[in-house]
């Protein structure tokens, strides 16, 4: 298969209709947003990693089985700093841009000072999440930009520390069914301490449902989780949530703040002082909805790396939560663009493939329990949480299987008990050449593909008022390298994982992270 992971991608931004082969179901009306790198170089200058590139946003709207295809450029003030030098000019984790060496010593003086308290991209290439009535744009930075999901066009850019003091934002919130968001962030060396901060973002009120301000101006703190280490903060990419807790898993995957701050001037980027400590433990933070506070048992695992969480729910007297975890963090080296180049992705040297891992965490009081004692209690699972001493259980997963990544499920089984899971095939690679279906009960898999394509992570859709969990259909973007054939959309039945349909666009699709679907009866701020 011959596909380009670096060439720059190129924006349609008129709406155009795609070519539908098969039948996609009447109930199916909406929007999928799909977000991603998409600029990699500018001028003489390239970015070093795949996550660095500038955001292309790509929007698929069905509507009485038609589908129209646009996509567009992210405007981010990173991506007009950028294109008005003609070069990079605004840094990203994984590349330090530099100032034209012509420039003089005061342009270079400032550009240092800058990078030593560093002002972060507004590239958000990352995902969309979506705050009140408004969608936005994200990566992990403290900026979002706003956007309308209609047209793509770039709009407000909105800062988080001016409503909450957090530096970096988790980009996967999750949604309660009144349409409040709940998020994390962390708060690097305010006032002494860093710290993370868990946030619900309220639904918009009544009182508020004509006015433009941001849905964050009435942003309320819901508990702040202490750092391990005052200036090594974890790095993490999600976390869970049941119906009275919340899962937060500080992982030994840090950020050295002091290196951060000397790295310009060292000559490295910011990626390079993220460090993973092997010979540290995970902690798992259990932290009361109610309350806000920290459940007293402190719960432990091995050393591991987890991006994404897949759901968690609670079951007498468990909290039971699935991740996808690494033994390391060669993740993220996987994607420079070195590594991508003439498809060296899809034989990687070194790669650590994830395992789709389930935990079970006792809420009772260990007190009285023997140390060595299992304390959990579920017949369906061998996961297990050994009492170490009083107060602190060690605890070691499940594992479901390995090469399952980009996790996605019918989201109305949010904080309940799941058995269907979607995902990407990483068995050999970090770049998915198949997607499949998780039965987490059997553990049997049911796999898509087709020579010389890329799907892009599945994302289910449920059927309203269907039937059964696994009831509605999947969607996927397609990179079709087949020579003269175009890419697509496709849909595949949620329940057979048969195709139902594709919907081939005129226009070149690119890899993406991740996205969302706005159902046609949230669609009150489109215009179409």
Known sequence: MTTNNVKNAEESPESCKAEVKGSIPSWLQGTLLRNGPGIFSVGVTSYDHWCDGMAIMNS?????????????????????ANMAANRIVVSEMGTMAYPDPRKNFIFKA??????????????????????????????????????????????????????????????????DKEGNA??????????????????????????DKDKDAPALKNVEVICTVPCRSLLTPSYYHSFGITDNYFIFIEQPLKLDILKMATAYMRGVNWASCMKFCPEENTLIHLIDRKTGKVVETKYYTGPMVVYHHVNAFEDDGHV????????DNSLYEMFYLSKLKDNSGFQNDGYCRPSYKRFALPIQSDKGVAVGEDLVKLKYT????????????MCQAEVFCAGFELPRMNYDFNCKKHRFVYGNCVE??????????????????????????LPSEPVFIPKPNGESED??????SVINSNPGQSSFLLILDGRTFKEVARAYVNAPLNRDMHGLFIPRENESVLHM
């Open 320 to 327: 039971v939560f699935d991740v996808i975890a690494y033994n």
């Open 110 to 175: 400032i550009t240092f000072l800058n990078h030593t308290v560093p002002d972060f991209t507004d590239n958000g290439a990352s995902n969309f999440i979506k705050y009140g009535k408004d969608y936005y744009a994200t990566s992990e930075t403290n900026y979002i930009r706003k956007i309308d999901p209609a047209t793509l066009e770039t709009l407000d850019k909105v800062d988080y520390i001016k409503y909450l003091p957090v530096n970096l934002v988790s980009s996967h919130p999750h949604y």
């Open 471 to 476: 009831d509605g259909v999947v969607l996927a």
């Open 60 to 80: 698929f709207a069905i509507k009485d089985g038609e589908v129209t295809y646009r996509s567009k450029f992210l405007r981010s003030d990173t991506y007009k």
């Open 428 to 453: 050999e690679s970090v770049l998915a050449k198949e997607i499949a279906k998780l039965d987490t009960e059997t553990k049997e898999r049911v796999y898509w593909s087709e020579d010389n394509c």
């Open 182 to 207: 709940y998020n994390i962030g962390t708060s690097i060396a305010e006032k002494a301490k860093t710290k993370y901060i868990l946030f619900k973002v309220p639904a918009v009120s009544e009182k």
């Open 382 to 393: 061998t996961a297990s949480a050994v009492k170490e001493k009083e107060g602190k259980l």
